[in-house]
């Protein structure tokens, strides 16, 4: 049984019982890859029209283009990829399919090729590491191979197992959100439907207006609008897509008497502007970006 640590970490993996995934990467050690990737980022990676990827200003040169939660996921995402990369494994299919998969999120173009890059870079940590500690074996390389194959299942059943699909009554566009979750449809003449747990504080609501004059570029007090007693608490981002483009801010404010975050983003689309928001305490938030970013990923304009 093969016993190592990854750099920096005292982590442990065992082989062949192969049976951990990508969460096996520490915070830690994501967070070293990740500013290693970022001091090699500007300037050398490369934007989809072959152009290097290039900071607007010194202050965007200092910041890491994802949240940082996006990034310890795209890291953990990698692991399956550098044990491929050491075994000599096929492990090419799962980052076709990861990279797609990402393609179809808000992303930038930056934020795009930070991911290829953070990507790379981790699955080069992760094949060095591993070949510091001895070759891969026999044993060893068919555990790999249930690692990678249990990865591609995963990015193959979608946002979630627990997810259905929503198509908004307006015709305007679908998503996947919470199974679970109750759904309050549009009354009367409104736009919005809203969904929440059974238990909890947190609320998922989706809104549209149509028949829109939208200029080429949105507008970031379209979503100040949206929260006129609210206060940004992050940076706008501007993501698009091959038929829409976006808006992507947090906002804080009082709910209920009680301090509230709004995970936010404003979708422009043809004529139509849909916003979809993620709200819940502020001690409660962040457990659930990364639901958000599977509901915003998994717009689908019709």
Not at 45 to 61: F, H, I, M, S
Not at 110 to 121: D, E
Not at 142 to 150: F, H, I, N, S, T
Not at 155 to 175: D, I, N, Q, T, W
Request: hydrophobic share 40%; glycine share 10%.
């Amino acid at each position: 049984m093969r016993k190592f640590s990854l750099l920096l970490l005292p982590v442990l993996f065992l082989f062949p019982c192969v049976s951990h995934s990508g969460d096996a990467v520490s915070e830690a050690h994501a967070d070293y890859l990740i500013q290693l990737t970022l001091q090699h980022f500007w300037g050398k990676a490369k934007l989809l029209n072959g152009e290097p990827v290039q900071p607007k200003d010194e202050t965007e040169r200092r910041t890491v283009p994802i949240p940082h939660s996006e990034a310890v996921r795209v890291v953990r995402a990698a692991f399956p990829a550098g044990l491929g990369l050491w075994c000599g494994a096929d492990w090419k299919p799962y980052y076709v399919a990861f990279m797609k998969r990402e393609q179809v999120k808000p992303w930038s173009q930056k934020q795009i090729a930070f991911v290829g890059t953070l990507f790379g870079a981790t699955q080069g940590n992760i094949r060095k590491t591993m070949t510091e500690s001895g070759k891969c074996s026999g044993t060893d390389s068919a555990g790999v191979k249930r690692l990678l194959d249990e990865a591609m299942r995963k990015l193959a059943s979608g946002p979630s197992s627990g997810s259905k699909l929503f198509r908004h009554p307006s015709g305007v566009f679908e998503m996947a959100v919470p199974g679970e979750w109750e759904v309050s449809r549009p009354v009367g003449g409104t736009s919005v439907t809203s969904f929440r747990p059974k238990d909890g504080t947190a609320g998922l609501t989706v809104s549209v207006v149509s028949n829109l004059k939208l200029p080429a570029e949105l507008p970031t007090s379209l979503l100040a609008k949206m929260f006129p007693d609210g206060k940004a608490i992050s940076e706008v981002e501007r993501r698009e897509g091959a038929n829409w483009r976006a808006l992507r801010q947090d906002w804080q404010g009082i709910k209920e008497g009680r301090e509230t975050v709004w995970l936010a983003t404003l979708f422009g689309s043809g004529s139509h502007v849909v916003v979809i928001t993620l709200s819940d305490e502020k001690a409660r938030i962040d457990g659930l970006r990364a639901l958000f970013g599977e509901v915003v990923a998994s717009v689908k304009f019709r």
